[in-house]
């Protein structure tokens, strides 16, 4: 993941999970953190507390080898996923409650340089927000060290362990330094991909991120 061999990853659901599974098949250390007692202890016994094809074989595989384990606390990491829900609330806007809670967690362990990857289906805005309620939590830190992006997940039930891998994805950045991050830690998903891309700043509307297109690939 662009050298980076420390991922946690908050929220262990549908997406959270099969991102933890494969991040860990390649040797990065995967610590996933949940709030749901069951989850917590179906992975790391190996197991999965949903259906989803070929997840089970990797998150044995990874339990086994020691990259991957599951825990409610958030650690200390290099790169930070962020993979939690954003329901809907009564009037229609988007709950962003779950990505606060999980910022929460992240906030402290922050030393500056790390990289916050926002997966969650979320509305325009929902990034920026990410960022400024980590400095707020953070004033310490310097706004430039703090590496804030977008990379939402398009997969269909049933194929989400071949689709994280072959789909294409646009990563937006707070900034440009946290845009080249993120895109470059999506050649561990697309192996030997050399992708086009912009570095523009993604807020206000701005066109910007970085699109890595589909390579073939297929899992083990």
Not at 1 to 4: A, C, G, L, T, V
Not at 95 to 109: N, R, T
């Given at each position: 993941?662009?050298?980076?061999k420390e991922v946690a990853v908050i929220?262990?659901?549908?997406?959270?999970?099969?991102?933890?599974?494969?991040?860990?098949?390649?040797g990065i250390t995967v610590k996933?953190?949940?709030?749901?007692?069951?989850?917590?202890?179906?992975?790391?016994?190996?197991?999965?507390?949903?259906?989803?094809?070929?997840?089970?074989?990797?998150?044995?595989?990874?339990?086994?080898?020691?990259?991957?384990?599951?825990?409610?606390?958030?650690?200390?990491?290099?790169?930070?996923?962020?993979?939690?829900?954003?329901?809907?609330?009564?009037?229609?806007?988007?709950?962003?409650?779950?990505?606060?809670?999980?910022?929460?967690?992240?906030?402290?362990?922050?030393?500056?340089?790390?990289?916050?990857?926002?997966?969650?289906?979320?509305?325009?805005?929902?990034?920026?927000?990410?960022?400024?309620?980590?400095?707020?939590?953070?004033?310490?830190?310097?706004?430039?060290?703090?590496?804030?992006?977008?990379?939402?997940?398009?997969?269909?039930?049933?194929?989400?362990?071949?689709?994280?891998?072959?789909?294409?994805?646009?990563?937006?950045?707070?900034?440009?330094?946290?845009?080249?991050?993120?895109?470059?830690?999506?050649?561990?998903?697309?192996?030997?991909?050399?992708?086009?891309?912009?570095?523009?700043?993604?807020?206000?509307?701005?066109?910007?991120?970085?699109?890595?297109?589909?390579?073939?690939?297929?899992?083990?």
């Open positions: 993941m662009n050298n980076i929220g262990l659901g549908y997406i959270g999970l099969p991102t933890a599974a494969i991040l860990a098949s390649k996933g953190v949940d709030v749901t007692p069951r989850t917590v202890e179906a992975v790391n016994k190996g197991e999965v507390p949903f259906v989803e094809p070929a997840l089970g074989e990797f998150v044995s595989a990874a339990v086994a080898a020691g990259t991957l384990s599951a825990s409610f606390d958030t650690p200390e990491a290099e790169a930070y996923i962020v993979a939690v829900p954003t329901p809907f609330n009564d009037d229609y806007t988007a709950d962003l409650s779950y990505i606060e809670a999980a910022a929460d967690g992240i906030a402290p362990k922050l030393k500056g340089g790390e990289l916050v990857i926002l997966e969650s289906t979320s509305p325009p805005g929902a990034t920026q927000h990410l960022f400024d309620y980590l400095l707020a939590k953070r004033p310490d830190l310097n706004k430039d060290s703090l590496l804030v992006a977008h990379c939402p997940e398009r997969v269909l039930p049933g194929y989400v362990m071949e689709e994280l891998v072959t789909n294409d994805r646009i990563v937006g950045g707070i900034t440009p330094g946290s845009s080249r991050q993120s895109q470059g830690s999506l050649r561990d998903f697309l192996p030997g991909s050399d992708p086009h891309h912009r570095r523009d700043d993604c807020r206000n509307g701005k066109a910007g991120g970085e699109l890595v297109p589909r390579r073939q690939y297929r899992l083990r």
